[in-house]
């Protein structure tokens, strides 16, 4: 079956987008590689028309605060159900919540929205804390071999692996223990790190504390 992969991030193929690193690694090591193609900079009614062309869609996209992208909801303002029977959709999300039951919501609309385009729903792979993957990509090197392996199994058997689906899901929930520690991070001001590194990148490390619209 031939496969497009569209990648939903506002960022498209820049050096700093998440969702092409885990877009690249999803096709790497395949014998056939899927096509990628950006919404970003695109247009979108000619890209609707083009993913006609193929049996199935994966969808690779951020969530920013339990939100799809502007460019992402436009996007599927232009699909129109398939003509035809068999054709499958499927959806990959990375976001920078910890826990992925942060993304229940919208795994449920993709679901719905497979439903009502007469594909058949692949399912939803679901990652969360992954806003650091490409600042510090030697950290994530596990998870972006999961996505290598989700890729290789879904080129041999057309599906997404469920045990790979259930390790990137992982927390759905932070335990109580987790909580305690990640507070004690926060309170550390660990959780910074990485937000104020790409503050100093931008020059804007020491306007963190204003308030503008106060």
């Not at 919404?39 to 083009?50: G, K, Q, T, V, W």
């Not at 035809?84 to 229940?104: C, D, H, P, R, S």
């Not at 520690?181 to 104020?196: I, K, R, S």
């Amino acid at each position: 079956m031939k496969t497009i992969i569209i990648n939903g991030s506002p960022k498209g193929n820049a050096r700093n987008s998440n969702t092409r690193i885990i877009s690249e690694e999803f096709v790497r090591g395949m014998k056939t590689p899927c096509d990628i193609k950006c919404i970003a900079n695109s247009d979108l009614e000619e890209l609707a028309h083009h993913i006609e062309k193929y049996d199935t869609v994966i969808i690779i996209l951020p969530l920013y605060i339990h939100a799809m992208p502007g460019i992402m909801m436009n996007f599927i303002e232009h699909l129109k159900p398939a003509s035809i029977q068999g054709k499958y959709l499927g959806f990959i999300i990375q976001a920078g919540f910890v826990e992925t039951a942060q993304e229940k919501y919208v795994e449920r609309y993709f679901a719905s929205l497979a439903k009502q385009l007469n594909y058949i729903y692949l399912g939803t792979v679901s990652k969360g804390e992954a806003a650091g993957i490409y600042m510090f990509p030697k950290m994530f090197k596990k998870v972006l071999k999961k996505i290598n392996d989700l890729g290789k199994i879904y080129e041999e058997t057309h599906a997404f692996d469920q045990n790979i689906i259930e390790d990137l899901g992982k927390p759905y929930e932070l335990s109580k223990i987790q909580t305690f520690l990640f507070q004690l991070l926060c309170d550390l001001g660990l959780n910074n790190v990485g937000w104020h590194k790409m503050l100093r990148q931008n020059h804007a490390f020491d306007k963190r504390l204003d308030r503008p619209f106060l």
